[in-house]
């Protein structure tokens, strides 16, 4: 996820400090990847270096505000106008567990497959309750969050039906090897 790209993005529509962008970022995408304050200050930071932002002075509450620059329109332009690159599969955890559980001598993959179908599965109620909760088509934010509810909701189904195919091919391993 671009961190950098999405603070460029909220600064387009007007100077703001950096718990003001987390505050925004969280409210935008549904809270759905919480921000480390500290994170965002950082960033912050490596933005107004490369020339994308620039400190603006303090508002009445002493806070630093910031505000995009020219060549910070360009960049955050030229991000919403490219494709999102997916150069290598992403490191998926439990793909890992998986593989190692299957290839070395003591743990258990069919019960390693059955507490993670259970997290799916509770995850899975909690996006799709959130899900039915937001009110659509009310505000573009009810949408946005409501397209990132989705997407949630669409990986985790298929983190459990890779799950039931993974406690399939067990089965079918065990039947080989008996």
Known sequence: MSIRHSLLALLQ???RYGYQL???FEDRTGASWPLNVGQVYTTLD???RDGLVCRDGEDDGGHVMYSITPAG?????GWFTSSVARPNPPRNELAIKLA???TIPGPDAGAIIQAQRAVSLRALQEYSKSRRDTTALQR???????LILDLLIFQTEAEIRWLDLCEARLVQLAGLSG
């Open 46 to 48: 490596r933005l107004e």
């Open 22 to 24: 987390r505050t925004e």
């Open 140 to 146: 573009p934010a009810d949408t946005a969050k409501m």
């Open 73 to 77: 329109r360009i960049e955050v332009r």
């Open 100 to 102: 190692l559980a299957l």
């Open 13 to 15: 529509d007007r100077p």
